[in-house]
């Protein structure tokens, strides 16, 4: 198991005794006013706002950080990275590169752009909202999968593509199976979520709770506390049981736990409710479909418009368990029978690898390991 510690340096609780204490450790009014920096000199939601420009605070954060990695902590998740000084960030990042700390950024509303940037900068993830926001959208409310492949479609501009950070909801935003009035359909649409999760490039975080699709508005409803086995209901305790298995097929699946990952082009008029792609790594590849749909359809697309070859019986029709979706290769045609809103990789070869997500919960980060491929960069000597 390795341990991601969450750190937050930009900010003290509202009643922190060093507010009275120390006033001078932090940003004031005056300071807020005077700055052209408003996003790291002002308050966080009326949070008193430390100032990592002052010696004292800056020996203070880098002290605290150097005493967990001393205690054996891997990783450290930086919170409201938007809101501290960049000249701090920066020094703060060297040391953990230099101790071969993994580093996770929460900047809200972090698109591909801005996660690009920041890797470039230092940190080996960020959480990358844009895409949580597109699944949310197209899976809950029914927008079309076109958004989701047009964030995907941006990957290439990510210089670690395979350490960016994916969910589908956390503390900051409301509940995925929000998404939804009736918790049943709430539920129903968390297990496609799941399961669409652990089919993309990069690491899976798993905020506590999403997986037995619990639910909660805005803030502070969204971080009710975590409930334990033996409260959930048969309902929850089905949703926990998708999650594992789609973390499983990960697992067992060296395409689907480092592998690339390719889009496919589909038909312009079936590009809002079907998103084909490929994840590939030493010559095993992963056919990925979702389905929007609200029933079943059956497709068929020639293969050499998707680029794809696979002779017949060449395919294994699914990797996930309990899906009641068809695949055929004939003729040089991809034969799809999907029910509603489904998720489905289908394995052209075989092969196996291990990998486990991210499972987060706000300030107790639980377990993480490989979850995303290397790109050739430092990570822990068996991956993430």
């Known amino acids: 198991m390795r341990v991601v510690l969450d750190q937050v340096i930009n900010h003290y ?3 922190a005794p060093a ?12 300071e807020c006013d005077a700055s052209r920096q408003k996003d790291s000199d002002c308050p966080l939601a009326g949070l008193p706002d430390l100032k990592q420009g002052n010696p004292e605070v800056r020996d203070l ?5 150097q005493f967990w990695r ?26 953990d590169r230099a101790a071969g700390i993994w580093t996770l950024g929460e900047w809200y509303n972090a698109d591909t752009g801005t996660v690009a940037e920041w890797q470039r900068r230092g940190f080996d993830s960020l959480f990358l909202f844009s895409l949580q926001a597109a699944m949310k959208g197209s899976i809950m409310s029914g927008q079309g999968l076109d958004s989701v492949a047009a964030v995907l ?13 994916l969910f589908l909801d956390n503390h900051d935003v409301p509940r995925f199976a929000q998404g939804s009035l009736f918790e049943d359909v709430g539920q129903a649409r968390t297990k496609y979520g799941l399961r669409a999760l652990m089919t993309l490039r990069g690491v899976p975080v798993i905020w506590q709770g999403t997986e037995i699709a619990m639910r909660g508005g805005a803030d502070p409803d969204n971080r009710r506390d975590m409930r334990f086995e033996e409260k959930w209901t048969p309902q929850e305790k089905s949703v926990f049981g998708v999650a594992q298995n789609a973390i499983a097929v990960r697992q067992a699946n060296v395409a689907l736990s480092r592998g690339t990952l390719a889009l496919l082009r589909t038909p312009q008029s079936l590009a809002d409710r079907l998103l084909l792609f490929t994840r590939e790594h030493d010559g ?3 056919l990925v479909a979702w389905h929007g749909g609200k029933e079943r359809r059956s497709y068929s697309v020639r293969l050499s418009s998707l680029g794809l070859s696979a002779a017949p019986g060449a395919v294994i029709p699914t990797l996930f368990a309990g899906q009641n979706a068809k695949i055929r290769v ?22 196996c690898a291990s990998g486990r997500p991210l ?11 490989q979850a995303g491929e290397s790109d050739g960069q430092r990570v822990w000597p068996d991956g993430l």
């Open 330 to 351: 004939s003729n040089g045609f991809l034969h799809l029978s999907l029910p509603p809103r489904t998720r489905r990789p289908s394995s052209w070869t075989e092969g």
């Open 359 to 369: 499972h987060h919960h706000r300030h107790r980060t639980r377990e993480m390991s």
């Open 61 to 65: 954060l880098l002290g605290n950080a």
């Open 153 to 165: 479609s941006r990957q290439g501009e990510l210089p670690r593509p395979g350490e960016v950070a």
């Open 284 to 286: 095993q590849r992963v």
């Open 19 to 30: 507010v009275r204490e120390h006033p001078a450790w932090f940003n004031g009014k005056a």
């Open 13 to 15: 609780g509202y009643l």
């Open 70 to 95: 001393d205690q054996g902590v891997q990783g450290f998740r930086y919170d409201a990275i938007k809101n501290v000084d960049g000249m701090f960030l920066g020094d703060l990042l060297a040391d």
